[in-house]
């Protein structure tokens, strides 16, 4: 870039740092004020991954539903779905994690079976090279920092 | 319903470009003007601009006008934007085919730009993490390459898919990318030098990944009636096909075997009323190694399982069963995702018109199958283009 003159030019004013913008947060919102699911968050709160059961067809879904995509009721029971999970596939984030992950890097995903879905975590407390599909995995819950929670999986 | 065809196009060189969003528009917009003399920006009376992450990479939205404002192009039929994330081009050219064949318009353009660098990487990175579900899948990590490592994971645990057998798909498209001007990677690799190179996600390496590209494309649709008028040559879209299933992760149809790329193979070959042995040329969206193996697959060049063996034995280059991303694919040439589909359509053409280099040109070529898919490969697009008109 060429070279100016700074004494030449009026300098505007813009801020040194600009916080992370809230919507370039990837987890969820879960406050009862911001979300219609904020049941799911609660109830992580007390320890357990739920889901939404449509009470009309039966259906469970995944990510929770506030209207189901069969019938389109909006009576749902929120299930619990557990404690353990089982490996089904899994790879390990080494570059190009997101701005938030980054520093993290290198880390396990993958995809977890339970209760009949196949739900995407992260995996905790794993070494790459010593998963395997087929491994079973605790739940294990994570908080934020802000008063927010989430769910990872990780090994015994 | 009215026959259609392409009567030209023009492209960017694709790769790491000193130059903005904007930039590009101009660029590929001179470059398709130019490639059809007889045609004037006036005549153009619809515009459909295939951009997935504007908003995002060059902090601009409602980005249609300012393509037509760059290209000299006043819409007075239909103008949009088409987000389709890596086949948003693709959906370009088939909302700018529907739109001709119906009669809605005359003269339309699809066109497809990405500026994909930026001075942080970090922060391009990020932006492709919402693609998947974004609170549900992008927030445990899971953009592209971690998907698409565990779908390669599955693919060699179910049928013996080795990582030998997808660094032969890198070998064979850089192959013909290194006989491409316009490509990010013109130049070839060996078998070694794809496993060699840093694991991004185990097991893909990076050059098991298509890159990260700047570059725009335009090609130009008429009635098929209307096509000589302005070329000798024109190329004749004759069917197209799409198909979709679930979104998250948990809601997709399979991992390994790619069920809506079936549907919309189907769909394709049925409306163009060809079948599978007719086509001659395949650009398939090779988005990552284990992605073409699959299609292999799913368009039934070989049996489920099969992709791996398929391509060892050299069946997809030029003169095997089929000729399989003789442009270099999205591997050898980038991935500039609104462009991507439109400079598959840009090559085809080329080819059907004998403009390409010999060691990738695919002697008398009729019929071609260009595909995208886009997400977590749960959506799967497909034009099928003829040298001739049917």
Redesign the interface.
Do not use: F, I, K
């Given at each position: 870039m060429q070279k100016m003159d700074k004494a030449q030019f009026h300098r505007v004013n813009r801020p040194e740092t600009i916080k992370l913008p809230f919507m370039l947060d990837f987890y969820p919102l879960e406050d009862a004020k911001l979300t219609q699911i904020s049941q799911f968050f609660q109830n992580l709160k007390q320890g357990k991954l739920t889901t939404t059961k449509c009470k009309k067809c039966n259906q469970l879904l995944w990510p929770p539903r506030i209207a189901c995509p069969s019938c389109f009721s909006n009576e749902f029971d929120w299930i619990d779905l557990g404690k353990e999970g089982e490996l089904y596939a899994f790879t390990e984030v080494r570059i190009g994690a997101p701005l938030g992950f980054a520093q993290d890097a290198p880390f396990c995903v993958g995809l977890v079976k339970i209760n009949n879905l196949t739900i995407s975590s992260r995996i905790d407390n794993a070494k790459h090279d010593q998963l395997k599909i087929g491994d079973r995995l605790h739940l294990k819950i994570v908080e934020l920092g802000d008063g927010r929670v989430f769910f990872r999986f990780a090994q015994p | 319903m009215r026959k259609v065809a392409i009567i030209g196009g023009g492209a960017t060189r694709s790769g790491k470009r000193e130059a903005t969003w904007r930039d590009l528009v101009q660029e590929a917009g001179k470059s398709m003007f130019e490639n059809i003399p007889n045609l004037s920006p006036k005549d153009v009376d619809s515009l459909f601009v295939g951009a997935a992450d504007p908003g995002r990479f060059a902090f601009l939205l409602h980005v249609a006008p300012m393509v037509a404002e760059y290209l000299g192009i006043q819409p007075r039929k239909v103008l949009a934007r088409t987000e389709l994330m890596c086949a948003s081009g693709q959906a370009a050219i088939r909302y700018a085919w529907a739109c001709v064949a119906t009669g809605l318009s005359d003269v339309a353009v699809a066109f497809g730009v990405e500026k994909m660098y930026m001075p942080d990487m970090?922060?391009a990175?990020?932006n492709?993490?919402?693609v998947l579900?974004?609170?549900?899948?992008?927030?445990?990590?899971?953009?592209a390459?971690?998907f698409f490592?565990?779908?390669a994971?599955?693919h060699m645990?179910e049928f013996g898919t080795t990582e030998e057998q997808m660094a032969k798909v890198c070998v064979k498209n850089h192959k013909y990318s290194a006989l491409n001007p316009l490509a990010q990677f013109p130049k070839e690799v060996t078998v070694e030098d794809v496993l060699k190179s840093?694991?991004?996600?185990?097991?893909?390496k990076l050059l098991d990944c298509s890159g990260i590209t700047d570059g725009a494309a335009g090609v130009v649709l008429v009635p098929a009636e209307d096509a000589k008028k302005y070329t000798d040559t024109p190329m004749y879209v004759i069917g197209s096909g799409q198909a979709s299933i679930g979104n998250?992760?948990?809601?997709l149809a399979s991992?390994t075997e790619w069920i809506p790329l079936k549907i919309a193979a189907r769909e394709a070959l049925q409306s163009a009323g060809i079948a599978l042995k007719d086509i001659d040329i395949a650009e398939l969206h090779d988005c990552f190694t284990i992605s073409e193996i699959i299609e292999y697959e799913a368009l039934g060049w070989c049996e489920k399982g099969k992709g791996g063996k398929f391509i060892e034995e050299e069946q997809s280059y030029i003169g095997g069963k089929i000729a399989v991303n003789p442009r270099g694919g999205l591997l050898g040439c980038g991935h500039p995702l609104g462009a991507t589909a439109i400079l598959q359509a840009i090559d085809i053409m080329q080819q059907f018109r004998g403009e390409v280099p010999k060691g990738r040109h695919v002697q008398d070529a009729e019929i071609a199958l260009a595909h995208n898919l886009s997400g977590p490969a749960n959506v799967h697009s497909i034009v099928i283009y003829s040298r001739s008109m049917r």
């Open positions: - | 970090a922060e990175q990020t492709m993490s919402c579900d974004r609170e549900w899948d992008g927030v445990n990590s899971l953009s390459p971690p490592a565990m779908t994971q599955r645990l840093l694991v991004v996600a185990p097991p893909l998250n992760v948990n809601n991992l």
